[in-house]
């Protein structure tokens, strides 16, 4: 099983419309997570960061479920430019450090 | 404030080819690393480094060296090229690898293919 998994989509989304994926991780212990957007052939960029239960950043929403072990990306009122593949990651506690973990994306195409 | 600078864009080696990725970042940042994106999988760890002098091996090493002699500057060296080398390559820096801090900034990726 991977440490981390992500459905590779891609999710069709008409614009205006809302649209929400998951990611699960294996790790238990894992405290820090992340969504980062990824533009076709540029570089990763960080969307979100999720500590505690969610967080919420203007039409992004991130839930993160211990109990399940899945951290959920939900995106409102889709725009054209929200089209790029979302990248979950996740802290893994192999040492003081941690280890960031990169899930392979889910690509996301908003419609007009 | 250019964040983290990462040369060339694209490369083309044949086999057995040595070449180096430069990648500098001005933002004083602790950590560095070096990561490679195949299509289908998530971002892999080639090497990494929590500060001058110090790197470390991360997922993939094999085939590939690394050096901190600055805080700046991590170039990433392929020592004998192969075809499956072949793939997208960033390097990205953070301010440390500590919880809150993990925030990763990305160079601009190189398209490497090795023929």
């Known amino acids: 099983r991977k440490e981390v998994e992500q459905d590779p989509g891609p999710f069709n989304v008409p614009e205006g419309a809302t649209v929400a994926f998951n990611c699960t991780y294996s790790n238990s212990a894992s405290q820090s997570f992340f969504w980062y957007r990824q533009d076709c052939r540029k570089e990763p960029k960080l969307l979100m960061s999720v500590y505690s239960s969610g967080n919420e950043d203007g039409r992004f929403t991130a839930q993160l479920n211990r109990a399940s072990q899945y951290i959920s990306l939900l995106i409102r009122d889709s725009k054209l430019s929200d089209s790029a593949t979302y990248l979950c990651v996740v802290n893994l506690p192999t040492d003081s450090w941690g280890k960031l973990q990169f899930g392979a994306g889910t690509q996301v195409v908003v419609t007009p | 404030n250019a964040g983290v600078t990462q040369t060339p864009k694209f490369q083309v080696l044949k086999t057995g080819q040595s070449m180096t990725l430069q990648c500098a970042q001005d933002m004083n940042h602790e950590y560095m690393s070096w990561y490679r994106q195949d299509p289908g999988m998530g971002l892999r760890l080639i090497h990494y480094s929590v500060g001058a002098g110090i790197t470390d091996q991360g997922e993939v090493p094999n085939g590939y060296n690394v050096s901190r002699s600055t805080t700046e500057d991590f170039p990433l060296r392929l020592l004998s090229a192969a075809p499956s080398q072949t793939s997208v390559y960033f390097c990205?820096?953070?301010?440390?690898?500590?919880?809150?801090?993990?925030?990763?900034?990305f160079g601009s990726g190189t398209q490497l293919s090795v023929l």
């Open positions: 990205a820096s953070s301010y440390s690898r500590q919880a809150g801090q993990e925030k990763l900034f």
